[in-house]
């Protein structure tokens, strides 16, 4: 298979460029190719740019395929598979990035110049200090990847309206379904993880990510803690990365952490009474579905009850 051409942005051994590009990647073999074909083009336009990937102890040989395809990139070995925050720590703190650092999921594929309008989105709003793309799946269609903040009143209304159905109500949902609010510009509360640009303000304001959640709900803590900071997200429907996703629904293990995390995240930002109602109104969505045989909602409710998630993955 022959190499992906170097982007033009990007310098050898350089310790900082304006844009830094991390991706964290965990037995991410059989899909990295597509994700590092994309770059060359998605970082036209950019001054200067690094790749940063950083591997969670891959046993499929992900390390050996990147260095194979995109011996430009910079490849490091965590040691272990420390999770996702930790992971994107190690990545943004091995090159400095002195305007912005666009985190993105390695089974994202960005389409050309988006880092470019990423990098110009926050650069022309002062308040603007995260900006996430049109987010589509493979067939092109729109993804509902804007969110609103977890509240006792939306947890509770997704447990009887279904996530879809409290969607049409905002005091009721979470997720923002209408396809008329995805317009350049929109903002939200939080947005799914899977590609966020970084201003520089935003990377000094908020810090490191947070290394308590292993994997989901690190980037709405991060949001939200970039909105306490004074900075709010931009939609740039410009820019755009395809994003199957998915994996969570058919996966008990990552259902559960997902399940286990919303809990321990509101718990972090709120106190002990709020938090023990938030956790009931959880158990009893997660419990509901349970009986109906759904072995992805029966996992969540176990570790839900025993308040960790085992570390098998199924």
């Known amino acids: 298979m022959a190499p992906v051409p170097r982007p033009a942005a990007v310098q050898d051994g350089a310790p900082e460029a304006d844009v830094v590009l991390v991706t964290v990647t965990y037995n991410s073999a059989a899909i990295v190719e597509r994700f590092l074909r994309a770059l060359p083009d998605a970082l036209d336009g950019i001054g200067s740019a690094q790749v940063v990937v950083v591997d969670n102890d891959s046993a499929d040989g992900t390390v050996e395929r990147v260095v194979e395809l995109a011996p430009w990139a910079v490849a490091v070995k965590a040691g272990a598979n420390l999770g996702?925050?930790?992971?994107?720590?190690?990545?943004?703190?091995?090159?400095?990035?002195?305007?912005?650092?666009?985190?993105?999921?390695?089974?994202?594929?960005?389409?050309?110049?988006?880092?470019?309008?990423?990098?110009?989105?926050?650069?022309?709003?002062?308040?603007?200090g995260i900006a996430v793309p049109r987010i589509v799946d493979a067939t092109g269609k729109l993804k509902f990847s804007l969110r609103r903040e977890p509240?006792?009143?939306?947890?509770?209304?997704?447990?009887?309206?279904?996530?879809?159905?409290?969607?049409?109500?905002?005091?009721?949902?979470?997720?923002?379904?209408?396809?008329?609010?995805?317009?350049d510009g929109a903002t939200a509360d939080w947005a799914t993880g899977a590609a966020m640009f970084l201003s520089r303000r935003v990377l000094d304001a908020v810090g490191p990510w947070s290394e308590e959640f292993f994997l989901y709900s690190e980037e709405t803590d991060y949001a939200l803690r970039a909105r306490d900071a004074g900075y709010r997200i931009g939609y740039v429907w410009d820019a755009v990365a395809a994003h199957p996703g998915g994996a969570m629904s058919k996966s008990p293990w990552l259902w559960s952490l997902v399940a286990v995390n919303r809990t321990k995240l509101y718990r972090k930002r709120h106190g002990a009474v709020r938090s023990a109602v938030y956790w009931g109104v959880v158990v009893f969505n997660e419990g509901v579905r349970a009986l109906l045989g759904r072995p992805t909602h029966r996992a969540a409710v176990k570790a839900l009850l025993c308040g960790k998630v085992g570390s098998r993955l199924s």
């Open 151 to 183: 509240t006792i009143l939306r947890a509770i209304g997704e447990a009887l309206l279904g996530g879809h159905r409290a969607a049409r109500f905002p005091l009721l949902g979470d997720m923002i379904r209408d396809p008329s609010y995805y317009v």
């Open 84 to 128: 996702y925050g930790a992971g994107l720590n190690l990545g943004i703190g091995h090159v400095r990035a002195r305007r912005g650092v666009l985190v993105l999921n390695p089974d994202a594929v960005l389409e050309p110049g988006a880092v470019r309008r990423l990098l110009d989105a926050v650069e022309a709003d002062h308040a603007v």
